[in-house]
């Protein structure tokens, strides 16, 4: 209801701040992932690893592959 009651230029507004909200959540997550945004106390850090499993398993963000969030 609320939606519906603003008019064009509101919902393009509306619209914009989601999607930047949106794209900074994602880049913030890969950022943790990619261990470039700290979690934990730096002293005892552990490390974040996004794997795909089939037959073998692969690392998909590997310390010697491409950061996730430049990627995005």
């Excluded at 900074?24 to 795909?52: H, M, T, W």
């Excluded at 499993?53 to 969030?69: A, E």
Aim: with cysteine; charged share 25%.
């Amino acid at each position: 209801m609320w939606y519906q009651s603003l008019d064009e230029a509101q919902r393009a507004r509306l619209s914009s701040v989601i999607q930047i909200a949106v794209d900074q959540a994602v880049f913030g997550f890969l950022c943790v992932i990619d261990g470039v945004r700290e979690i934990e106390n730096p002293e005892s850090k552990g490390r974040l690893e996004l794997r795909y499993v089939q037959d073998t398993t692969t690392v998909l963000n590997g310390l010697d592959g491409p950061m996730l969030h430049e990627m995005y």
